[in-house]
């Protein structure tokens, strides 16, 4: 019988990765607490108008990449190819927008049918945080000193704030009209086949095109900052002035436009250049107007989204926590007692394993070894008889013969000693 595999760009996380999924998801959990935020644990599966209409016909998520199926009864329903949407959707549906500044975090899954390369998986995981309910300059700052701690906590250091504005409903389409004014005169020869497109329906997509190309011929293209209207300019000033007297370096990128269409004002981006091509490690920024478009009151937002798999590439693999300890059992008739003294030390909080079948002293000691523990407690036939076990140190060296009722003690008191060192 044929072996069942996997579906390509879905992967399987077994240890130490997984460990670093943990470490991503536990630090999220520690510092955006410290800020206000509270975890939301939603659906992966939405209605798909519900993607449609918040991210935007003419975006190549919804043109391309969305995992979109019919149900039993005809319903079209899409796997989540973001989170801000599904946040949106929830506090609507819940009633909880408008009733003052919400603040959500949120971790899992997300599925875009993408052609998978390194950093990026067709079910792939991001951390998200929205903030919702203030039109305030000063929380986009937040958001954005808040996230650089948090990477900060995860040990990253060597990234790049890319920082620009995108104007608001009433700037913004001034400067689409001088943008399609600029991209009249291109033809096929400037622009790949998705630009001729887009510079018809989203303009401002045209300048978030990776194609060299394209690149090239818009290198020119008029920058949205000089046609900012002035509340915008202002609200885009404190942000920076912020930043500044926090000492956040960042680097203005007037051609960042992110991929989603509900982004308006602030908008960002963190880009590493240690994981290749796929650079972007998060990315975020504000959009006002998103809940109205969901049906919702018409409520103000900012937050962002960090690809796991890509801060992920850029952690240290080695976080598993070694154990405590390694319990050999040398008398077969010592297993059940050896469980149960195991047991007794996991249930005062220490971290260890113990043997379940007879097994050899040699493949014992190579188990304890391999394990990492810091004591390998040996419990044979005398150990059995006078109710005690021998504690080796595994690191440092040299043994001691301790009492079973001393042994929480005699362990503790060693570790604290260790962590002295």
């Known amino acids: 019988m044929d072996k069942i595999q996997k579906i390509k760009g879905f992967a399987d996380l077994f240890p130490p990765d997984s460990g670093v999924f943990s470490f991503i998801e536990g630090t999220a959990r520690d510092v955006f607490a410290r800020y206000g935020y509270k975890e939301l644990r939603l659906p992966v599966l939405e209605r798909t108008e519900l993607f449609a209409r918040s991210i935007g016909e003419e975006t190549d998520v919804v043109q391309k990449e969305m995992y979109t199926f019919p149900d039993r009864k005809g319903r079209s329903l899409t796997l989540r190819p973001e989170a801000t949407a599904g946040v949106m959707r929830a506090v609507i549906e819940d009633k909880r927008a408008g009733e003052g500044l919400l ?9 875009r049918y993408e052609r998978p390369q390194k950093g990026r998986m067709r079910q792939f995981h991001q951390i998200d945080v929205e903030a919702v309910g203030s039109p305030d300059a000063l929380l986009d700052a937040e958001v ?6 948090y990477l900060r906590a995860l040990g990253l250091d060597n990234l790049t704030v890319e920082l620009n504005s995108l104007g608001c409903r009433a700037c913004r389409p001034v400067f689409l009209d001088v943008l399609r004014e600029f991209l009249k005169g291109m033809h096929k020869e400037h622009l790949c086949e998705d630009c001729l497109r887009r510079k018809l329906t989203n303009p401002l997509r045209v300048l978030d095109c990776k194609v060299p190309q394209c690149k090239e011929f818009t290198a020119d293209a008029p920058k949205i900052t000089d046609h900012l209207c002035p509340e915008c300019a202002a609200h885009f000033a404190v942000v920076k002035g912020v930043l500044d007297a926090a000492g956040l370096r960042y680097t203005l990128s007037p051609r960042l436009v992110r991929g989603l269409d509900y982004y308006v004002r602030t908008t ?3 880009v590493s250049g240690d994981i290749g091509a796929q650079s972007s490690v998060a990315g975020g920024g504000r959009y006002d107007g998103l809940t109205a478009s969901l049906g919702g009151p018409d409520v103000p937002g ?17 976080l598993e926590v070694a154990p405590d300890f390694f319990l050999a059992v040398l008398d077969a008739s010592g297993l059940a007692l050896g469980l149960l003294l195991a047991q007794g030390l996991r249930r005062a909080g220490f971290a260890g394993e113990a043997p379940f079948a007879p097994r050899s002293v040699k493949s014992q000691m190579r ?9 390998c407690l040996v419990l044979g036939t005398d ?3 006078a109710g005690t076990v021998v504690v080796k140190d595994m690191r440092a060296g040299g043994q001691e013969t301790v009492a079973q009722d001393l042994l929480e003690a005699y362990l503790r008191a060693r570790l604290e000693e260790a962590k002295g060192e």
Request: glycine share 8%.
């Open 302 to 318: 900012v937050g962002f989204a960090c690809g796991m798999e890509r801060l992920a590439l850029l952690i240290d693999r080695d």
């Open 367 to 375: 188990a304890a070894d391999k394990s990492g523990a810091r004591f």
């Open 268 to 270: 960002f981006e963190i």
């Open 383 to 385: 150990e059995l008889a």
């Open 144 to 149: 954005l000193l808040m996230l650089d701690e």
């Open 103 to 111: 603040k959500y975090f949120a971790y899992g899954p997300m599925f």
